[in-house]
């Protein structure tokens, strides 16, 4: 009998809820290509870190389409030009310094710093809004709509806007999603929402050069790097960016880390009494419970040997992130604590929102533990996304005795 590729069981929707016994078994074999012609699977730590600071090791989407894979690179079609995540250097570098002098670079996160006291608000207004229920679905009614309204006011959309732009997000999001992409009408909706964010943001970008204001589009319009500022279509492709790669994933990260602090409890308390621990109780998480489990999207350029094993020019890699995360060569104890996880991946292509993402995950995850009263899991494991690459829970239903 022949048994299905590893590859094959860890896309398998079955084993959504619980890869890791899968990740440990591709860790025995830390360079493996189990499918003919399919993608390289890298799961060991090191490798990994290794490949992401690799030059060897290309980001583009033209290379990633020659190397046969229509299926990503489709469901990131915005009709826009590719934004820096699909760039490699120089004109990644070039995008991304002009988008970090707004944002502030990672060490000094100063616009993102600057938001708390407003995060914290959407916080508690979320969480108001339960109203007197005594359940929650916490993704559709709280890690859901928090990253897009933060992204509004981050970008500098009109409060009057945010329903409309609310309504345009949700279905390009869903078009992301395998569970949705499939369905020709959901595709057919996702490409018109599309080409309305487009025009809409186009409209506030032209609004922003006119009369710049406070907010990251002005920066994004304003600002100049070296070679000059980003053009327009720049300026949207960016834009489109923060507002795809900043979504599903801090979703996934609230909703996996109340997940967990749900399942072990002692922790839940320890947050309660001392919401300093935040800080640390997300790091563990991005390593533990990571919401991009792989980076899929990477082509070699050159021949690169490793562990022994030739990785022809033209190959597709999958960067295993969770695999390596639980690495024990490098976690001494990897069910126990240790932040230097690739939960943001690594090197230049490194999660540029990531200072968002920890203040984000950090004040909801100490907002609700706070907040709700004894709250507990209706439903474990809950119901996965289909995703096998941005994997979180599609519901996380919670009860609890009310509000506090
Ligand atoms: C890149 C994870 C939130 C914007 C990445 C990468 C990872 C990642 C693994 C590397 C991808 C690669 O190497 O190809 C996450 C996780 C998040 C999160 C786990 C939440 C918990 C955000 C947010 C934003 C954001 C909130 C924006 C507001 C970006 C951008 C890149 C990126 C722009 C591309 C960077 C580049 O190519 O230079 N993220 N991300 N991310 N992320 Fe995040």
């Given at each position: 009998m022949t048994h299905a590729s590893l590859l094959r069981r860890i896309t398998d929707y079955s084993n959504r809820a619980n890869p890791y016994p899968l990740y440990e078994e591709l860790r025995k074999t830390p360079?493996?290509?189990?499918?003919?012609?399919g993608p390289f699977l890298i799961s060991s730590y090191w490798d990994i870190e290794g490949l992401l600071h690799d030059p060897r090791i290309s980001s583009d989407a033209t290379n990633l389409a020659a190397a046969g894979d229509d299926e990503l690179n489709g469901a990131e079609q915005?009709?826009?030009?590719?934004s820096f995540i699909r760039l490699d250097p120089p004109e990644h570098d070039r995008l991304r310094r002009i988008a970090n002098g707004s944002f502030g670079p990672p060490h000094r996160p100063t616009r993102i710093d600057s938001m708390r006291p407003e995060l914290a608000q959407i916080v508690t207004d979320l969480i108001d809004g339960i109203?007197?229920?005594?359940?929650?679905?916490l993704v559709d009614q709280f890690a859901y709509p928090f990253p897009v309204t933060v992204i509004c006011r981050l970008l500098g959309v009109p409060r009057e806007d945010e329903p409309r732009f609310r309504a345009w997000v949700d279905p390009i999001v869903a078009g992301l999603d395998p569970d949705t992409r499939t369905s020709a009408d959901a595709a057919k909706t996702a490409q018109e929402a599309r080409m309305q964010l487009g025009m809409y943001l186009a409209g506030l970008v032209e609004e922003r050069t006119k009369e710049p204001r406070e907010d990251m589009l002005s920066d994004l319009v304003t600002s100049h790097g070296p070679d000059g500022a980003m053009t327009m279509m720049e300026v949207l492709s960016t834009a489109v960016l923060l507002l795809i790669a900043g979504h599903e994933t801090t979703v996934n990260l609230i909703t996996n880390g109340m997940l967990t602090l749900l399942r072990h409890p002692e922790f839940l308390h320890r947050l309660r009494e001392d919401p300093g621990l935040a800080v640390n109780i997300v790091e563990e998480l991005l390593r533990y419970?990571?919401?991009?489990?792989?980076?899929?999207q990477r082509t070699c350029i050159a021949d690169i040997e490793l562990r022994g094993v030739i990785i022809p020019k033209g190959s597709r890699i999958w960067l295993v992130l969770a695999a390596g995360n639980r690495d024990p060569e490098r976690f001494h104890d990897p069910d126990r604590g240790d932040i230097q996880h690739l939960g943001f991946g690594s090197?230049?292509?490194?999660?540029?929102g990531a200072p968002l993402a920890r203040l984000e995950t950090q004040i909801a995850l100490t907002e609700l533990t706070r907040r709700l009263e004894n709250p507990r899991l209706l439903e474990d494991p809950p119901p996965y996304r289909q995703n096998a690459v941005l994997r979180g829970p599609r519901h996380l239903n919670i009860g609890f005795d009310g509000l506090r």
């Open positions: 360079v493996l290509q189990d499918e003919e012609g915005t009709g826009l030009p590719p109203g007197d229920a005594r359940e929650i679905d419970e990571p919401p991009v489990q792989l980076v899929p090197g230049i292509h490194s999660c540029f």
